[in-house]
């Protein structure tokens, strides 16, 4: 018997059980969860007793998991390990799960909350006296346990169940799947800029999910171009190594289309980046009509171009957002920069520069700011098209290098961004399978 099963994408974390529940642990890597949650249960050895879901298991992928185990075995104890965050509850609540493990619980939590469930099933007439027998923190002893034949498995010797070899966990990124779909004739092409009069205040977060958003509407037919020509991160913020930079992209070599394509940095989420400049001065280097005319060229190439800025309304932004089709502002909520967005409005306007769409973002909004939206609105003379509430998510999604959209489907401020790719692209919708089924009759080859 294997009374416990863990569904994790943690290696450390599977090493942290292993230590304290031996051999009565089957572990199936996440990964397997790429090919559904029905590769996860085929591969499950026994019938266990108690599953632990998670850490670093999705909403989405957690309640597929919870459906298709609970299918086979009808009485299996469900604890999902996940750190506290305020949309749990609704996890709790819509999965019916048993408990809620923190992956950074103690040795002692952890065995009691094991020890208090297995109590529960077993007293509930869903797990045999016996099942769970051996003492929860199981000291294993080398010595001891070499020659003795336990007789349990693991899952590394259960034969795969398909003949087919087993997917590796991370597969190598082979010949590029993608390619630039070409722009049907006759779609017009649309660039966003992100613009904030100061830093911190969520450009970076709103462009990198904005993209994600849009290439879920226009596969690999989106370009992110770094031009915080400064600070840039978004390579970092997505775990990718950049293949070239924006000082690459606006080069006299890059006048050529092909040369320009090889600059760019792909993302397995359907979109391509152009990452910023490896140093400031490089940045500085970046004559404001070359970008100027990066962003047309792309605009050539790609259904949509968005571009991260530097902050402020310094001579690059000011040329972006003259060959932009929209520009979303984002703010905080705190005075000092409200006030700067207006006196940005009242400048771009006055120049002729604002563009043709316009969207306002507050981030971070939080109820404690002493700040209600109309506040907000009458400090910088307009209205809030969208609040993005703060979240813990969006730095986590950060900390991961998964787009936050992605990364959480359901928390707030993931929702809130995805309205900001709805006003841009009133067709994109919110779940991926969609997309691919109305990709699939609207694929332009
Ligand atoms: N809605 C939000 N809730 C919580 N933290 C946020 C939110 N939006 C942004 N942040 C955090 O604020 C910091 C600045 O965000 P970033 O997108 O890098 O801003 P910018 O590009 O304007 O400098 C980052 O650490 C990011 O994780
Ligand atoms: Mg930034």
Do not use: C
Request: glycine share 6%; hydrophobic share 45%.
């Amino acid at each position: 018997m294997v009374p416990f099963l863990l569904v994790s994408r943690s290696a450390e974390y599977e090493t942290r059980l292993r230590s304290l529940l031996g051999e009565r642990l089957a572990v199936i890597p996440g990964e397997f969860l790429t090919f559904g949650p029905e590769a996860v249960v085929s591969r499950v050895p026994d019938s266990p007793r108690i599953a632990l879901l998670g850490p670093v298991l999705n909403y989405e992928e957690t309640k597929g998991l919870v459906e298709a185990l609970t299918a086979k075995h009808r009485d299996l104890g469900l604890i999902v390990v996940r750190e506290q965050r305020s949309d749990l509850e609704d996890w709790v609540d819509e999965l019916e799960l048993h408990a809620v493990l923190s992956p950074d619980a103690s040795d002692d939590t952890t065995v009691g909350l094991l020890d208090r469930l297995a109590g529960w099933l077993i007293a509930n007439g869903r797990a045999g006296e016996h099942d769970f027998d051996a003492p929860l923190a199981l000291e294993i002893d080398e010595e001891i346990l070499e020659g003795i034949d336990t007789g349990l498995e693991t899952v590394a010797d259960v034969p795969p169940i398909a003949s087919e070899p087993e997917p590796e966990p991370e597969p190598e990124p082979q010949l590029p799947e993608w390619e630039f779909p070409p722009i049907e004739a006759g779609v017009p092409t649309e660039a966003i800029a992100v613009v904030a009069p100061k830093g911190g205040q969520g450009k970076t977060t709103i462009a990198i999910n904005l993209a994600t958003g849009l290439a879920e509407v226009a596969p690999n037919s989106v370009v992110l171009v770094d031009a915080d020509l400064q600070f840039g991160d978004i390579t970092a913020a997505l775990a990718l190594k950049p293949e070239g930079t924006i000082v690459d992209a606006v080069a006299d070599a890059a006048i050529d289309e092909l040369v320009l394509k090889t600059t760019l940095t792909h993302h397995d989420d359907g979109f391509f980046v152009v990452a910023s400049a490896p140093s400031p001065e490089l940045g500085d280097q970046v004559a404001p009509a070359a970008l100027a005319e990066l962003i047309t060229r792309l605009r050539a190439t790609f259904r949509y171009v968005v571009i991260d800025t530097t902050p402020g309304l310094g001579e690059h932004t000011l040329v972006t957002l003259e060959h932009v089709t929209d520009a979303v502002f984002v703010s905080n909520m705190g005075v000092p920069s409200l006030r700067a967005t207006r006196t940005e409005f009242e400048l771009l306007t006055k120049l002729g520069l604002m563009p043709g769409n316009r969207h306002i973002v507050v981030n971070q909004t939080d109820k404690n700011s002493g700040l209600t939206i109309k506040d907000v609105e009458s400090i910088i003379g307009a209205p809030v098209d969208i609040e993005v509430p703060k979240s813990s998510a969006v730095l986590l999604a950060s900390n991961r290098g998964v787009p936050l959209i992605h990364d959480d489907v359901r928390d707030p401020a993931a929702k809130a961004i995805r309205s900001i790719v709805l006003r841009i692209a009133p067709d994109a919708f919110p779940k991926r399978s969609k997309i691919q089924r109305r990709r699939r009759s609207n694929e332009p080859e």
